[in-house]
């Protein structure tokens, strides 16, 4: 299974976007996902993940991101409003298995770029 994120693009400061993320070439549990973002040179980070028990984001991003799911579309949402320049970066989403900690399940898609202007 490899998760697919979708939307990226060029916005403003300010801005929003919307990031989808499904599964080619198959269903996947959308119980435990999660989405990540890597800026070049860095490592990749954890930016928010809905479980079975809710919804949980990195400080950064908390009151500005929303994870969401869509169980008829089989996909997950990651909503990005008042965007700023440092959320600039490749973003992923995976599903989650859990060992005292959440990790990725597969390997990584071709994720999404998102570049904020200011």
């Known amino acids: 299974v490899q998760l697919q994120a979708s939307g990226g693009g060029l916005v403003q400061a300010g801005g929003s976007l919307r990031l989808s993320c499904a599964a080619s070439?198959?269903?996947?549990?959308?119980?435990?996902v999660g989405w990540y973002r890597q800026v070049p040179g860095k490592q990749r980070e954890s930016v928010a993940r809905?479980?079975?028990?809710?919804?949980t984001y990195a400080d950064s991003v908390k009151g500005r991101f929303t994870i969401s799911r869509d169980n008829a579309k089989n996909t997950v949402y990651l909503q990005m409003n008042s965007l700023k320049p440092e959320d600039t970066a490749v973003y992923y989403c995976n599903a989650l298995g859990y060992n005292n900690g959440w990790y990725p399940r597969y390997d990584w898609g071709q994720g999404t770029l998102v570049t904020v202007s200011s």
């Open positions: 809905i479980t079975t028990g809710g919804s």
């Open positions: 070439g198959s269903t996947f549990s959308l119980n435990f």
